[in-house]
């Protein structure tokens, strides 16, 4: 399938998407029509129709979408359709909480999780072991880890974030409140929560409606 | 101050100019220029000039800006001038997470958690009680709770929305992995943390540089 430039809007709304598809399907639906899309999700027809062109011509005029198809397809796109190997670094409330989520089902395996805290080391989480920081450098480029996941104080994280660009981490989800400067080609991921509970407070106060 | 309809793209970024500006003033420093704020925060200067001139004119020519009067101008327009009581809802792992997290020092103020697990009752989390479901509505009515943070199990979130809803909730800050269907005037602001991932495995392998 030839890409093209898709715009980061409709990235943010490929998730979405997956997730939906995913339970059409799980609910035994073959085929959908935009507009049946349409009032499930709470977007305009015209609005989805858009999107998966982006994709190319996943629609047939009459028919509608193959659940199945575009699932599958969309998957691909999110790369979610292989497996991703990841590591948590900080075995705190954060680091456990993630640790026990259920992202395996969606292709990403936590392989361990790392904390200086000695009296932690071989311990498990969810059947998860933790690792000491000493040797981290060693088991991502042994395991071949591409995401790891930031859950540790502000102070140390930018530390870290070296640490593991060094050893060749391809993408960074970073937890802590601040900003990481990494090189080309590292992705970081923010989860900033209280950026999030921020622009909470702001629509509290600015009411327009809900959206995707 | 008036004001006037603020895209929601801005609205994103005034999270990460009060953290900045939050910084530079902790540093000592009482005013800065559109160019050294756009140095520090990877943002072109008329980016920053035209996302703080929706608020009217913070900044002088050859002056700068004054980084209290905006930091605070700011804070106002986020709602982080005021104190918000919030509660959790599910003690579970994510729960613990948020209950341990000082979202107070921006003004969110967690009063109580709520589960269904008898043994939990009266338990503190960093001095937060844990209370049982049956007393939410009281609960959320009496202490005029403003937003619930919603870490519970997927197939029971909609049906806690819907009690929250009935008592008066403003906004639900929601960490399922749904979308809630609530009447106008309820905010909802959701995290969703496989969206995230996805999109940064996304990211992985289509890399076009990170950025705010």
């Known amino acids: 399938m030839e890409e093209r430039q898709i715009s ?3 990235i943010k709304r490929l998730p979405r998407y997956y ?10 639906v073959e085929r959908i029509s935009s507009g049946e899309l349409s009032s499930k999700m709470q977007v305009t027809a015209s609005q989805i129709r858009q999107d998966l062109n982006n994709f190319g011509g996943f629609g047939q005029q009459g028919y509608g979408y193959n659940v199945k ?11 979610v359709n292989q497996k991703h190997s990841m590591i948590i670094i900080g075995a705190g409330n954060f680091g456990h909480a993630l640790a026990n989520y259920d992202f395996e089902k969606n292709g990403f395996v936590t392989k361990a999780i790392f904390d200086v805290r000695p009296e932690l ?4 989480v969810r059947g998860v072991p933790v690792l000491m920081m000493d040797q981290l450098e060693s088991y991502v480029r042994r395991e071949q880890i591409e995401i790891a996941v930031l859950t540790l104080p502000k102070s140390r994280v930018a530390e870290v974030a070296d640490r593991l660009v060094k050893c060749g981490i391809k993408a960074l989800w970073n937890f802590a409140h601040l900003d990481l400067i990494v090189p080309d080609g590292v992705v970081v991921e923010n989860v900033h929560l209280v950026d999030s509970l921020m622009q909470l407070s702001y629509r509290i106060s600015h009411y327009d409606g809900n959206e995707e």
Do not use: F, M, P, W
């Open 8 to 10: 980061k809007a409709v």
């Open 19 to 28: 997730r939906y598809l995913g339970e059409i399907l799980n609910s035994g």
């Open 69 to 79: 198809y575009l699932y599958d397809e969309i998957g691909k796109i999110l790369g």
């Open 121 to 124: 080391a071989g311990t498990l």
